[in-house]
């Protein structure tokens, strides 16, 4: 599977089992225990192949437990569960250089799941940011998620940059909007939000904080690409 995905040369490629609904995402280098974007796209392609219908609630067997998938009619509702944040971790200095920014633009700093997430004061900086990713790769971690808040017709805008595992910048990354939804929530005051991931191809996503251990991420897909391919 993770050959399949280094041929595939995108940021996730998700791998079902239909008889089990046991689901695997591979990055072109590793697999990963947890892919918003690859479970939305799974789900889709289930509907559109007519295999599942509007109103059915799909169950995954995932590495991160059981993952479900309600399926609306121009929607899908993923239920992700809550990741724990820690916002009293020292920034990462040198982490911050290769990003390209300064300890002045911090407005928090923390980490979820082994991962970064630095909130910043500038939706235009975040924007502009064009990494280092070379000296990214050469400290320690798994990924790290900017963010800021968006006075843009979304309550807040991100990036998501993992060259650690092969994928320099993620598109659009639904395991990130769970810790997003975490954050935003607390600090906006709201349960409900939407946001933004300013990524060259970008994305759209509601997040919905259900409870304290779960959260609802919702989206769309669109198929771009169907085929076969013969395993020899």
């Not at 697999?31 to 789900?43: F, K, N, Q, R």
């Not at 320690?140 to 993992?162: E, H, I, N």
């Not at 991931?197 to 251990?213: H, I, M, T, Y």
Request: one cysteine or more; hydrophobic letters at 45%.
């Amino acid at each position: 599977m993770r050959a399949i995905a280094a041929e595939m040369a995108v940021s996730e490629t998700a791998f079902l089992s239909l008889s089990t609904m046991q689901l695997r995402w591979f990055t072109p280098e590793i697999e990963v225990s947890l892919c918003g974007h690859g479970t939305l796209a799974v789900a889709h392609v289930l509907k559109e192949q007519g295999i599942y219908k509007t109103g059915d609630v799909l169950e995954f067997k995932t590495l991160s437990g059981i993952l479900t998938a309600h399926l609306d009619e121009n929607s899908i509702h993923l239920v992700f569960p809550t990741p724990m944040l820690d916002m009293k971790v020292s920034p990462n200095i040198d982490m911050l250089n290769f990003l390209g920014l300064a300890q002045s633009n911090l407005i928090a700093y923390g980490q979820f799941d082994n991962k970064q997430i630095i909130v910043i004061d500038n939706e235009s900086l975040l924007n502009d940011l064009s990494p280092d990713f070379s000296g990214l790769s050469k400290l320690k971690g798994r990924g790290v998620l900017v963010t800021a808040k968006s006075d843009s017709g979304v309550d807040f805008v991100s990036r998501y940059f993992a060259p650690w595992v092969g994928v320099n910048e993620d598109p659009v990354t639904g395991s990130a909007h769970c810790a997003l939804c975490v954050y935003w929530s607390k600090r906006l005051g709201k349960f409900q939000l939407k946001g933004y991931q300013a990524s060259k191809r970008g994305g759209f996503l509601d997040v919905e904080l259900l409870n304290p251990n779960q959260v609802k991420l919702s989206g769309q897909a669109v198929t771009v690409l169907s085929g076969r391919m013969k395993i020899a």
